[in-house]
């Protein structure tokens, strides 16, 4: 189990992939190197599994960590969340086992999500509308948040204009609008009980984002993707004052490295007495490690 007094941070928002690399046949291998190109990412395969907790144990980062099921959209061959959680167990000190599902494969995917959670040690759930195709709010995805929101684990979704296919021919098919966060607003209504995470400075929808975090309890919004040197100057005063206790520090590893956003953290404008809250504080609430 993690020790969650020592480590100096929590990262809400890492990517898992598999041990065995990317599928050349499928397209995989163009988008992640295109998305390197984008990030500027100093590798030429994502990391691993193994890999990344290395890194994390290195830095003394907790990291949520999940995949993204977006083979039916996309054709990209699913990473298994079953075989996601085995090899987080391995790193059970470090790492916080998310997994994903297709909202598409309806009473199917709500079963998945039961077990994982139920006997898999799986603490939350990743969506990606522009990737996986759907509309957040669209009624065929309620059966697996129903069973997320008897689960009470978290649902994180993507927000706003992605990397993914970015530069690529047609955006490599990816569809920006499934990721206002807008969509969420209905979420929160339907399931107030239900953890939901608005991933990303969620442009060019930042105020939408805020507007709905502002008004649902339930609501919250991680800083991953981008640098915090980048971020609009209202998401930094809605930090520092209305949603302070919803804010949660996010990488996007392993686009972004942990302590590269951690260094322009340092030299954002956010007060002293905000940065635990972001860091550490608010996610061991929406954990439920602390009240």
């Known amino acids: 189990m993690i020790d969650f007094d020592k480590v100096r941070a929590i990262d809400f928002h890492t990517h898992a ?18 998305m390197a190109q984008y990030f500027n990412a100093p590798w030429a395969h994502p990391p691993t599994i193994d890999q990344t907790a290395a890194h994390y144990r290195e830095k003394n980062i907790a990291a ?21 959680a085995d090899a987080c167990a391995k790193h ?6 998310f ?22 040690g799986i603490r939350g759930f990743k969506f990606h509308p522009t990737m996986q195709g759907f509309y957040p709010n669209d009624r065929m995805a309620y059966p697996l948040y129903e069973a997320i929101a008897e689960a009470g684990v978290p649902a994180l979704f993507h927000t706003g204009q992605t990397g993914v296919g970015s530069g690529m021919r047609g955006g490599n098919g990816m569809r920006l609008k499934y990721s206002n966060p807008m969509y969420m607003d209905d979420l929160a209504v339907d399931f107030p009980d239900m953890p939901i995470i608005l991933a990303h400075p ?7 984002a805020l507007s709905v975090a502002t008004h649902k309890p339930n609501v919250y919004i991680d800083l991953s993707g981008w640098s915090p040197k980048y971020f609009p ?16 520090f996010g990488s996007d590893w392993p686009m972004i490295a942990p302590e590269k956003w951690l260094d322009a953290f340092d030299k954002a404008e956010f ?21």
């Open 271 to 291: 007060r002293d007495e905000v940065r635990p809250l972001i860091l550490k504080e608010n996610a061991l609430r929406l954990l439920g490690v602390t009240g």
């Open 99 to 120: 997994a994903s599902i297709d909202p598409a494969k309806g009473k199917l995917g709500a079963r998945e999500a039961r077990d994982l959670v139920a006997n898999h």
């Open 202 to 208: 969620s442009f060019p929808w930042q105020e939408e």
């Open 64 to 84: 949520v960590i999940f995949p993204v099921d977006a083979e039916r959209e996309t054709g990209y061959r699913r990473y298994n969340n079953y075989e996601v």
């Open 17 to 34: 992939e598999e041990s065995c690399g990317c599928h050349a046949d499928d397209g995989y291998d163009e988008l992640q190197s295109t």
């Open 92 to 97: 059970s000190d470090i790492l916080i086992p």
């Open 233 to 248: 100057k209202i998401l930094v005063q809605y930090a520092n004052t209305l949603l302070k206790k919803k804010m949660l």
